[in-house]
């Protein structure tokens, strides 16, 4: 049974749900997998000042958080800033490689695949290196001459790593890994054909204010709506989103949900999401080819990946979160464009698969094990 170690790191969900989504697909496939979170597993410095730290900037000033990712996107500023990581990661990332001898080696984390790529130019260990790259925009972090191979979201963020010095060849624009239950959903729900539209809302890690905004100006719409809101696991927003439905007059169907497991039952309802482009949300949206609304999102990664939906004709953006009453009134009008979203989607969702991975992997452990036999 060969062995692979999915490293990980938790700044945001998406790194964490793509690292289990490989882990499930892997061991489905007969691999023994095992997740890794980088930071937790090699320092409790790098734990809290880049996991908790994400987290903190984020909800106190996303501004701070995107100027600060597009200093680390300089590639003078980002060699220095791996070296250090590197430095304090070094001895105990080696350990753990060594302790569970893997035949293969992911990396869902940009700081952790350029940490990996460093010690295996260094000859601290020589085994093959899948870097997951989950958004669709590259962040210069995950640029190694060291890494394999580059699982990227579609042909477009193939096109950037290559202009940023990246070999074509090894790259494989085959889809960010999503949830297993997501892809083995049978699709069974049925759209409300009695509304105008059904808009599913999902807040993300978002504020409060930001979805409690977009909700009072949905019901401020004059269509007959049906709003499917995901609160997720922020009891504060759902607490804000019942008080409103207490105190404000609408006369739409509104169906409130804290975390929900459902998500893929609940966008086979619905018409439109309105989120922010986080990377694995946006995938799951692809494939589900659901167009995309999108009202809010964290300065840099999640600002590329809203700039990519909009220039491949799969999203929209509102600038201003009051003007969603407005749009959504607009496309109850002209649900072409709904239509023509979806099926953008449709193209790019074709090119997704997670079998593709781990033939992917399989490829580079036989490749290894050649070479190491000559």
Same mark, same amino acid.
């Given at each position: 049974?060969?062995?692979?170690? =999915?490293?990980?790191?938790?700044?945001? /969900?998406?790194?964490?749900?793509?690292?289990?989504?490989? +882990?499930?697909?892997?061991?489905?496939? *007969?691999?023994?997998?095992?997740?890794?979170?980088?930071f937790?597993?090699?320092?409790?410095?790098?734990?809290?000042?880049?996991?908790?730290?994400?987290?903190?900037?984020?909800? =106190?000033?996303?501004?701070?958080?995107?100027?600060?990712?597009?200093?680390?996107?300089n590639?003078?500023?980002?060699?220095? =800033?791996?070296?250090?990581?590197?430095?304090?990661?070094?001895? *105990?990332?080696?350990?753990?490689?060594?302790?569970?001898?893997?035949?293969?080696?992911?990396a869902t984390?940009?700081?952790?695949?350029?940490?990996?790529?460093?010690?295996?130019?260094?000859?601290?260990?020589?085994?093959?290196?899948?870097?997951?790259?989950?958004?669709?925009?590259?962040?210069?972090?995950?640029?190694?001459?060291?890494?394999?191979?580059y699982?990227?979201?579609?042909?477009?963020?193939?096109?950037?790593?290559?202009?940023?010095?990246?070999?074509?060849?090894k790259?494989?624009?085959?889809?960010?890994?999503v949830?297993?239950?997501?892809? *083995?959903?049978?699709k069974?729900?049925?759209?409300? %054909?009695?509304?105008?539209?059904?808009?599913?809302?999902?807040?993300?890690?978002?504020?409060?204010n930001?979805?409690?905004?977009?909700?009072?100006?949905?019901?401020k719409?004059?269509?007959?709506?049906?709003?499917?809101?995901?609160?997720g696991?922020?009891?504060?927003? +759902?607490s804000?989103?019942?008080?409103?439905?207490?105190d404000?007059? %609408?006369?739409?169907?509104v169906?409130?949900?804290?975390?929900?497991?459902?998500?893929?039952?609940?966008? *086979?309802?619905?018409?439109?999401?309105?989120?922010?482009p /986080?990377?694995?949300?946006?995938?799951?949206?692809? =494939?589900k080819?659901?167009?995309?609304?999108?009202?809010?999102?964290?300065?840099?990664q999640?600002?590329?990946?809203?700039?990519?939906?909009?220039?491949?004709?799969?999203?929209?953006?509102?600038?201003?979160?009051?003007?969603?009453?407005?749009?959504?009134?607009?496309?109850?009008?002209?649900?072409d464009i709904l239509?023509?979203?979806?099926k953008?989607?449709?193209?790019?969702?074709?090119?997704?698969s997670?079998?593709?991975?781990?033939?992917?992997?399989?490829?580079?452990?036989n490749?290894?094990i050649?070479?190491?036999?000559?």
């Open positions: 049974m060969k062995k692979v170690v =999915i490293f990980t790191a938790s700044t945001g /969900g998406g790194h964490n749900i793509a690292a289990n989504s490989l +882990k499930e697909h892997f061991e489905s496939r *007969d691999f023994d997998a095992e997740i890794v979170d980088a937790k597993e090699t320092s409790v410095f790098l734990d809290k000042l880049i996991a908790k730290g994400y987290e903190k900037i984020v909800n =106190i000033s996303p501004k701070t958080y995107g100027r600060m990712y597009k200093a680390a996107n590639k003078t500023l980002s060699h220095y =800033i791996m070296a250090i990581i590197t430095d304090v990661m070094e001895k *105990d990332i080696t350990s753990l490689i060594q302790e569970k001898e893997p035949d293969l080696i992911i984390h940009p700081l952790v695949t350029n940490v990996l790529g460093t010690l295996k130019e260094e000859n601290e260990f020589d085994l093959p290196i899948i870097s997951i790259v989950t958004d669709y925009m590259i962040h210069r972090a995950y640029i190694h001459e060291k890494i394999d191979a699982v990227v979201g579609s042909e477009y963020t193939k096109e950037t790593m290559i202009e940023k010095g990246v070999e074509g060849n790259i494989y624009p085959v889809g960010i890994p949830r297993k239950s997501f892809l *083995d959903h049978k069974v729900a049925v759209k409300n %054909y009695d509304v105008d539209l059904t808009v599913l809302l999902m807040a993300g890690s978002m504020g409060t930001q979805i409690e905004k977009a909700f009072v100006n949905l019901l719409s004059k269509h007959y709506l049906k709003i499917i809101v995901v609160c696991k922020n009891a504060k927003v +759902k804000k989103i019942d008080k409103i439905l207490e404000y007059y %609408y006369n739409k169907i169906d409130v949900h804290g975390f929900a497991e459902n998500i893929p039952e609940l966008m *086979d309802m619905a018409d439109l999401v309105i989120t922010k /986080g990377g694995l949300t946006t995938t799951e949206s692809i =494939i080819n659901i167009p995309m609304l999108i009202p809010y999102y964290i300065p840099g999640e600002e590329e990946n809203a700039d990519f939906l909009i220039e491949t004709g799969m999203a929209l953006k509102v600038d201003k979160i009051k003007d969603l009453t407005t749009v959504i009134d607009y496309l109850v009008h002209n649900k239509d023509s979203m979806a953008n989607m449709s193209e790019l969702s074709k090119e997704q997670i079998d593709s991975i781990i033939e992917l992997g399989t490829k580079l452990i490749k290894k050649g070479l190491s036999q000559v």
